[in-house]
């Protein structure tokens, strides 16, 4: 991954990478975990991350559920000893701007 400034979000330029990989599979699978889900993770849409005491990511991936596809934002936290924590998983819902 690119290098990381402390205290800002920075864009993940490279979502295949096998970190960010990494942490998108733990979203889904610690969700199906605590929720009786069965998403089936799919990939990386984008993300963010933020250096910390550790490293915040946002995410948003896309996973089936129920035979849709679906795109779900994710927040987790690794912290210094690599112990991931999911925040939040929910139903991504884009912002919409301008006027139409």
Not at 14 to 20: G, L
Not at 25 to 46: D, P
Not at 73 to 83: I, K, L, P, W
Request: aromatic share 10%; with cysteine.
């Amino acid at each position: 991954m690119a290098q990381m400034m402390t205290g800002a979000y920075v864009w993940i330029e490279n979502v295949e990478d096998p970190k960010v990989q990494e942490v998108a599979k733990f979203v889904v699978t610690e969700k199906n975990r605590q929720a009786s889900w069965h998403l089936k993770y799919k990939c990386v849409v984008q993300g963010w991350t933020q250096v910390v005491c550790g490293i915040n990511y946002k995410l948003i991936i896309e996973a089936r559920h129920d035979g849709v596809v679906t795109k779900y934002e994710a927040a987790v936290n690794e912290d210094c000893n690599g112990e991931k924590q999911l925040h939040y998983l929910k139903p991504f819902k884009p912002i919409l701007t301008g006027s139409t």
